[in-house]
């Protein structure tokens, strides 16, 4: 294995940056109660759990129940409530919140201020950030580059997202592919410098927008598009392309954050995607010579649960003790925008 970590020399000058590590301290997650099964979406639409399976690799999704008071809003804070109990740090230890969502209550409030608030986050600045699929990974990057500034110390992080609210129920083309979910992380500075980030990427390509989308309006649709049955507040995604794009920009992402760190893919330990289609996540595998048991997978229990797909992932990937302090752990995500980022911690 290369050594890409900034152990400092005696005497030598190091960057800002090399100065400050930056740890993982503490994981949360939520699910609302509610499992939709593939049989309960065929008994209503013309689907089947055989298509849905060998398609997608999904078995199940959950669903939140407002009736419940479950939504973003009481899964985020829950996520990221159980992710400080487990850093064992108060709330108002947090310097800033962000909650990545492309599916937040209100725009303003801007709902991780809510979240922070009902925590008692007393002490931290909040936003939400937009990156769809990517929103967690994109947020984990800015956490920490804000970490090694030296201007904040403890940052947490929520990917929550109820694509429940914005799937079309009708739509047998991508209701079966999504789910309702959140994840959390608290993220804190350490003196340990080989602790971070080691190489990291954060890219979109809009050209690709209506690959991907949600219209409110006509003004919102692609040129030319047929509007006869659209529902507007509903995701439309064209799969096909979706798919293309997302099972050529996986393993080059993985390759290309790879290079940057000079390191080889052997050499990561554990890579926690997010869950869009266990087909996409097998072939980018099988095509950079991944093992199986080194990418983490959950889709068959939660479908594609957007921002919060890879904090579930690390979380439950953590339970079981899948990586130890001192392994390099990659995430990845894509998405809608479109977007894709990459993130190589030495945890
Ligand atoms: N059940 C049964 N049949 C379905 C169906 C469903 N839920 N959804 C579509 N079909 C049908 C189509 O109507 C089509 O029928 P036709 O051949 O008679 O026209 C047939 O199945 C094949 O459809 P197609 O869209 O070509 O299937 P696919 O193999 O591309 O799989 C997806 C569809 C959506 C599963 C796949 O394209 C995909 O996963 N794309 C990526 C989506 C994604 O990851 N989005 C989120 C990114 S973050």
Not at 78 to 90: F, I, K, N, P, S
Not at 143 to 164: F, K, N, P, Q, Y
Not at 251 to 270: F, H, K, N, W, Y
């Amino acid at each position: 294995m290369s050594n890409a970590t900034t152990a400092a020399d005696p005497g030598t000058i190091m960057p800002a940056t090399a100065r400050v590590g930056v740890e993982i301290v503490g994981v949360g997650s939520a699910l609302p109660e509610g499992v939709l099964t593939n049989n309960d979406l065929s008994a209503y639409m013309d689907t089947s759990d055989e298509w849905i399976t060998q398609r997608t690799g999904i078995r199940q999704r959950r669903y939140c129940d407002p009736d419940k008071g479950e939504g973003v809003l009481s899964l985020g804070r829950t996520a990221m409530r159980r992710a400080l109990e487990d850093a064992g740090l108060d709330p108002s230890e947090l310097d800033l919140l962000i909650l990545a969502s492309v599916t937040g209550e209100t725009r303003c409030p801007s709902t991780s201020c809510k979240i922070a608030a009902e925590l008692g986050a007393v002490n931290a600045g909040a936003f939400d950030l937009m990156a769809a699929c990517s929103g967690f990974v994109y947020s984990m990057n800015i956490a920490s580059a804000l970490i090694r500034t030296g201007e904040h110390r403890t940052i947490g992080v929520i990917g929550c997202d109820v694509m429940s609210n914005i799937v079309d129920i009708a739509d047998r083309n991508n209701v079966v592919l999504f789910g309702d979910a959140a994840g959390a992380a608290v993220f804190r500075a350490t003196d340990d410098t080989s602790k971070g980030i080691i190489a990291s990427q954060m890219c979109a390509d809009g050209r690709g927008w209506a690959d991907l989308h949600l219209p409110y309006a006509e003004r919102d649709m692609p040129e030319g598009a047929d509007l006869c049955d659209i529902r507007y507040g509903r995701l439309q995604m064209r799969g096909r392309e979706v798919f293309k794009f997302a099972v050529s920009t996986f393993p080059r992402l993985i390759e290309s954050t790879c290079v940057q760190a000079g390191i080889g893919v052997d050499d990561v330990a554990l890579f926690i995607s997010h869950q869009s289609n266990l087909r996409i996540l097998d072939a980018s595998r099988e095509r950079l010579g991944i093992p199986e048991e080194k990418l983490y997978v959950n889709i068959q229990d939660y479908g594609n649960s957007s921002a919060g797909s890879v904090p579930l992932c690390l979380d439950e990937a953590r339970a079981k003790g899948l990586y130890h302090a001192g392994d390099l752990v990659m995430f990845v995500a894509f998405g809608g925008g479109l977007t894709w980022t990459s993130s190589l911690w030495r945890v």
